[in-house]
């Protein structure tokens, strides 16, 4: 039986890498049209120089959208999982990380060092991630990558403070990343009642060059990305069922 | 309002109500007004626009758009014809009846709808998409809905089943990515119009590349179809997942990447040579789901292995229609059919899914040999009418192809069609196995002595409505079978040709053979009851859903088509 | 130096398949990510990087190193 | 050049072999993650092929690389850690549920419960 079970594996992968392979290996040269377009018109279509953010957030939007949507579901199903571990197990043991208060003083591994550091880091780190999002259309990141770190911040925040602040009330996140949500589907029909149609630029007009759908939906989605992972971490750090 | 933001309705509204409702949950105002608001701008609005397009659809206008009006090439193109038209009516029809049968079950009930909603706009948008990796991203929607829904059920086996769905169809999109790669390095763009007419002029091994992508392409798409190498994951999934899911995975999302696949097969040459392959793959799997559902003794699992026995019908007749070339009448007329069998499939699927779970609920059981006289539990636990059983048995006809049903209509049709091919007498044989195999369902409501234990009572109004909306479609398309057949013919013509094709059957004309069939069928029961034929039954091997077999029937797959394709 | 990157990346991507020790795997993971992030700097792929290292490096670390403290951190000898 | 192309067909391969094989299902896990890695590996080297500047239109831009991939494989990345951290979720749920995370260990005591 084992060695049936063998056999069959050796064979999958087998198959698999014979055509896999081929396809890796070829050695076709690679497309320039879509760069030589690209390098020609992305300024005066989308206004953002940054040509990744023209794409991925202007002509292929429609896959951004998708992405946000695999995030929030995902998150969401992690997050029911999440809840329901935790009610099965609720006097688990004291976590190293754990970010429930009255679990906190019985670990001797979580020193006033990380506190202290994590706490004076977080605003840093929170301006930072804003920048990359803000910027996102000139310059390497955008809403997606800001919002991460946007995240990473407010898990900074949520280690360091002993009290607990607005910032990292799950609650408070939550409503900010159903709010920010609501904006970005509101943003991408907007077109609709426009000429541009559906995830086209409501406030595009032949005058201006600039970037502002590219900017607006780059601080949605950063907010969007940013809480939701957010809320997602500070669950699995165990702070999930105080509010 | 132009047509553009018309047929794109049905993406953005279903998301503005999953907006609504995620909003109304964060604010701890999630209320049966939001619900109700979701549901009139998720569904029945989507439904309006639908109506609207109609005249546009009969006049055969078909709309490439590319999203946010780009005027180039690398946006993303979304086509609209009489197929996408198609394929949103198709899920309209059965989401709005199992939208109103979950509301009868009200745990987990806020996040079961966000993730509905957001499944309804993943449907549509495969079925519009006309971009290699917008497909992916539509794919990767419906299928991570897919998991959280079937592990919503919170039960250990649902958990084990939608972890093996997950990682055998997320390991098969990093397949479909590298298929999409070895596309856009031959023909350098990533909308289906551009890739095949670079592709058709290719040649040497730049052809050979692009053929084995779109290997990887097709069969990971299939993969969401459970043709039979493929359908390990189907079972475990569809029958632990929660009755309002079961339905809709089985009834509708095993079929919209099928179709969606056919704007890229018909755009690409040497397609044709997968046809052949399709179709035998489909009376194959009509078969063998059929034997392994006629072993099974859950009742649950009963249904999933039949979606598997039923796809096989449309795979087939789709697979023969890419065959004959869908320019000629008989590829016209079988995509017709294949797709209206989809739609009978879909909403009788639903409806058994939906009664039977009622059923087996009230019985406390889904065991085939210990539950007997659902309709007595079910009187028993607060239903005045019997209107589940007696829209099972609306379902049950339907399914086996008695008359009036459109059941009877869709399988007739088909079968006829596909005559003359091999897979056909594969699908006769499944005509008559099916009707043994539901009946032995049906022992579910067989009356016995047993005395009934007092349940506590719970409300069927919603149920009631929900499963009268189905049975309705089921007997009033039964009666008008003809003209929607033609309707549907029409609409999907602009596939192929422009000339109006009418396949001049009518299936009353061979009653007999239904009659035939179901002697068969009876004298089939009754032999099944046997001993000998019980032993013979439990000698067809389980198949087991263990990772190493799932994905040799994936390699399986995508070898023999790139034989056929690279040869 | 693509080279050297890239027969880094299939050593710890080994050798994270087959640790004993599940938060090895982890570690080896998340060096993957930055290896990678690295690669694509090099490769003049910033977005991809800054994406990669945020996300590969850290949140799916986060992700795993969750899962495993919340399960069994070493291989159970087979029996 | 053929060399970084066989690389990556090995970290792909041998993330494929970990999810056929591998019977423990955080190492699966892990293997589909180094599949996902293979293939934005992938598309970044190939497209990164045809130009030597980021794809980012400043003064003096004269050949960029090709931004598509990139953009392509931002959204490829998300989808894959998402999808990761869920099979995480489900794995985790799976360990409470039967105490093993041996794939055929969690099978049988599934199976012997109905």
Redesign the interface.
């Known amino acids: 039986m084992k060695k049936l079970e063998l056999i069959k594996i050796v064979i999958t992968v087998l198959l698999c890498a014979l055509l896999v392979v081929p396809i890796i290996l070829s050695n076709h040269s690679w497309p320039t049209q879509a760069r030589d377009y690209l390098f020609d018109n992305a300024r005066s279509d989308t206004g953002a120089t940054n040509t990744v953010s023209a794409i991925y957030l202007g002509y292929r939007a429609m896959d951004t959208l998708g992405e946000t949507l695999v995030l929030l579901v995902s998150v969401t199903g992690t997050m029911a999982i999440l809840v329901k571990l935790g009610k099965e197990h609720s006097d688990e043991e004291a976590t190293s990380f754990s970010l429930a208060p009255e679990k906190r003083p019985t670990n001797r591994l979580r020193t006033h060092l990380l506190e202290t550091v994590a706490s004076k880091l977080g605003p840093i780190v929170l301006l930072f991630g804003f920048y990359v999002m803000l910027y996102g259309h000139i310059s390497p990141g955008g809403g997606f990558q800001g919002g991460v770190i946007v995240a990473s911040a407010i898990v900074f925040l949520a280690l360091g403070t002993e009290v607990k602040s607005k910032l990292t009330n799950t609650l408070v996140l939550s409503r900010i990343e159903a709010l920010s949500f609501l904006v970005l589907i509101l943003a991408s029909i907007s077109g609709v009642f426009f000429e541009s149609g559906f995830f086209g630029n409501p406030i595009k007009s032949a005058s201006s060059l600039s970037a502002n759908f590219i900017i607006l939906l780059n601080i949605i989605i950063g907010l969007k990305v940013g809480t939701s992972i957010a809320v997602m971490c500070i669950a699995m750090m165990g702070g999930s069922h105080d509010h | 309002?132009?047509i553009?933001?018309l047929f794109?309705a049905p993406?953005?509204l279903p998301?503005?109500a999953s907006?609504?409702l995620?909003?109304a949950?964060?604010?701890g105002q999630a209320s049966k007004v939001a619900e109700s608001l979701a549901f009139l701008i998720g569904l029945m609005l989507p439904a309006v626009c639908l109506a609207l397009l109609t005249p546009a659809v009969i006049a055969h206008q078909s709309v490439e758009?590319v999203?946010?009006?780009?005027e180039?090439n690398?946006?993303?193109h979304y086509h609209f014809d009489g197929l996408s038209w198609l394929l949103i009516a198709l899920h309209l029809a059965v989401s709005i009846p199992v939208f109103l049968y979950s509301k009868s079950n009200p745990s987990?009930r806020e996040?079961f709808s966000?993730?509905f909603f957001?499944q309804c706009?993943?449907v549509a948008?495969t079925s519009l998409t006309a971009d290699l990796?917008?497909l992916f991203?539509?794919l990767?929607?419906m299928g991570?809905?897919s998991?959280?829904l079937i592990?919503?059920n919170?039960e250990?086996?649902s958990?084990?089943a939608?972890?093996t769905y997950?990682?055998f169809s997320?390991?098969a999109m990093?397949?479909f990515?590298?298929?999409a790669?070895?596309l856009?390095?031959?023909?350098?763009?990533?909308s289906y119009a551009l890739i095949a007419e670079v592709k058709n002029s290719l040649s040497g091994?730049?052809l050979?590349?692009a053929q084995?992508?779109l290997?990887?392409i097709v069969v990971s798409t299939l993969l969401r179809c459970a043709v039979v190498p493929l359908s390990g994951w189907l079972v475990g999934a569809h029958s632990k997942a929660p009755h309002a899911v079961s339905a809709l995975l089985s009834g509708v999302l095993i079929k919209i990447p099928l179709f969606a696949l056919i704007r890229l097969l018909l755009l690409v040459t040497s397609s044709e040579r997968i046809g052949s392959i399709l179709a035998w793959a489909g009376g194959i799997s009509a078969v063998a789901g059929i034997l392994l559902a006629l072993r099974e003794v859950q009742a649950k699992r009963l249904l999933a292995y039949s979606s598997v026995s039923q796809i096989g019908y449309v795979v087939a007749a789709y697979g023969l229609a890419i065959e004959a070339g869908l320019e000629s009448e008989r590829g016209a007329l079988l995509i017709a059919s294949s797709l209206f069998y989809a739609f009978c499939h879909a909403i009788a699927k639903a409806l058994l899914f939906l009664s039977v779970g009622t059923a087996t609920d009230a019985l406390g059981t889904k065991d085939l040999r210990k539950g007997r006289s659902a309709a007595a539990y079910l009187k028993a636990s607060g239903e005045r009418v019997p209107i589940i059983t007696i829209s099972y048995g609306i379902a049950l006809f339907s399914i086996s192809a008695l008359p009036p049903t459109l059941g009877f209509w869709g399988k007739n049709m088909l079968t006829y069609l596909a005559k003359g091919h091999g897979s056909a007498y594969l699908l006769t044989i499944t005509a008559i196995l099916t009707i043994t195999a539901y009946l032995k369902l049906s022992v579910l409501f067989l009356p016995s002595k047993r005395p009934v234990p007092a349940v506590k009572t719970q409300s069927f109004g919603a149920i009631h409505v929900s499963l009268l909306l189905l049975s309705l479609m089921i007997l009033l398309g039964g009666v008008f079978a003809l003209p929607i057949q033609h309707f549907i013919t029409t609409l999907l013509l602009p596939l192929g040709s422009n000339e109006v094709y009418s396949s001049g059957y009518n299936a009353y004309h061979e009653l007999a053979k239904t009659f035939v069939t179901l002697t068969f069928a009876l004298f089939l029961t009754v032999l099944g009851c046997s001993t000998y034929a019980r032993n013979l039954l439990a000698k067809i091997p389980a198949s087991s859903a263990?990772?190493?077999?799932l994905?040799?029937g994936?390699?399986?797959a995508?070898?023999v088509l790139?034989f056929q394709l690279v040869r | 130096m693509n080279m050297l990157l890239l027969s880094l990346i299939l050593a710890l991507g080994i050798y994270a398949l087959l640790s004993r020790d599940l938060l090895h795997s982890v570690i080896a993971l998340s060096a993957i990510s930055m290896l990678s992030a690295l690669l694509f700097t090099i490769l003049r792929a910033p977005d991809v990087a800054i994406t990669e290292a945020a996300v590969g490096a850290g949140v799916s670390t986060v992700i795993f190193v969750w899962a495993i403290r919340h399960t069994q951190r070493r291989d159970k000898e087979e029996s | 050049m053929i060399i970084e192309r066989i690389l990556i067909a090995l970290l792909f391969l041998s993330g494929f072999t970990a999810i056929v094989g591998m019977r423990n299902i955080i190492r699966k896990v892990f293997g589909l993650n180094l599949l996902n890695a293979a293939v934005v590996l992938l598309f970044i080297l190939e497209g990164s092929r045809i130009g030597n500047q980021a794809p980012i239109l400043d003064e003096g831009i004269t050949t960029m690389v090709d931004p598509i991939p990139q953009a392509l494989m931002l959204t490829a990345i998300v989808i894959g850690v998402c999808v990761t951290a869920l099979s995480l979720a489900l794995a985790v749920r799976l360990y409470r549920a039967t105490g093993s995370l041996d794939i055929q260990v969690i099978t049988e005591r599934l199976q012997r419960e109905h």
């Open positions: 309002m132009n553009e933001s794109l993406i953005y998301l503005l907006a609504l995620v909003t949950k964060a604010f758009t999203i946010g009006a780009w180039t690398l946006g993303i987990n996040t966000i993730i957001i706009a993943s948008a990796f917008n991203v539509c990767e929607v991570v809905t998991y959280v592990a919503s919170d250990d086996g958990v084990l939608s972890f997950l990682l997320a390991t990093v397949f990515l590298i298929g790669f070895g856009y390095r031959v023909t350098g763009s990533l091994n730049d050979i590349v084995l992508s290997v990887l263990g990772f190493s077999n994905f040799f994936y390699a399986l995508l070898t790139a």
